[in-house]
């Protein structure tokens, strides 16, 4: 009788307590969670997405400089010759843009841009030089302002997020006024293909 009471006894005794290694978990989890990058990008949901084939995810938005690309000439087309559901979806875009940079002729409105101060300015293409030199202008003064943050300068980019439907010419605007003002590191912004 006296064996089987020690054993009981050293049984209740070899209980471990796991209410610190918990609490360690969730401390680690914490400490993950606060510390992670979230990759945020200014997205405007005016811009149809092109599909990509073989995309890749942007790994990191730190130093990412958006420059959004639209087809207002194929938004208006579409809300004049499309079916009626494709009319009112394209309508309801349009309606958008103009909310979005207060411009009542959706027409002007090729590149839309966030700026550092949270500020939603739109350029419209008119002559190519000129429009170069404006975007040129805004990833300068977006450029300064990364440079005063933490952020490496090798991280500096332009990231595109062109409409399916505009003209290559204007993405092309973009890509030489990116190089122009020191920032040659470019990423396209695209969706998976559909299957």
């Known amino acids: 009788?006296?064996?089987?009471?020690?054993?009981?006894?050293y049984e209740e005794d070899a209980k471990n307590d796991i209410s610190s290694m918990?609490?360690?978990c969730f401390l680690l989890l914490i400490f993950f969670i606060v510390n992670a990058t979230a990759l945020t990008v200014s997205k405007d949901p005016s811009v149809t997405m092109p599909q990509a084939t073989k995309p890749t995810d942007l790994e990191d938005?730190?130093?990412c400089i958006v420059i959004n690309v639209f087809a207002p000439e194929k938004m208006m087309e579409l809300?004049?010759?499309?079916?009626?559901?494709a009319r009112a979806n394209e309508q309801t875009r349009i309606d958008k843009?103009?909310?979005t940079y207060k411009c009542s002729d959706v027409t002007r409105i090729h590149y839309g841009v966030k700026t550092?101060?949270?500020?939603?300015?739109?350029?419209?293409?008119?002559?190519?030089?000129d429009v170069v030199k404006k975007l040129e202008e805004f990833i300068k003064d977006e450029k300064k302002a990364l440079e005063e943050t933490k952020i490496d300068p090798k991280q500096f980019r332009v990231y595109i997020r062109a409409d399916a439907r505009a003209d290559w010419k204007y993405?092309?605007?973009?890509?030489g006024a990116?190089?122009?003002?020191?920032?040659?590191?470019?990423v396209f912004g695209s969706l998976p293909a559909k299957k």
Do not use: S, Y
């Open 178 to 186: 990116a190089n122009n003002a020191g920032v040659p590191d470019i």
């Open 97 to 99: 843009l103009v909310e």
């Open 22 to 24: 918990i609490d360690c």
């Open 171 to 175: 993405t092309f605007n973009v890509i």
């Open 1 to 9: 009788m006296g064996k089987k009471k020690e054993r009981m006894q």
């Open 61 to 63: 938005a730190k130093g």
């Open 79 to 85: 809300v004049k010759n499309g079916d009626e559901k």
């Open 116 to 129: 550092h101060k949270g500020e939603q300015k739109f350029f419209t293409a008119g002559t190519g030089e």
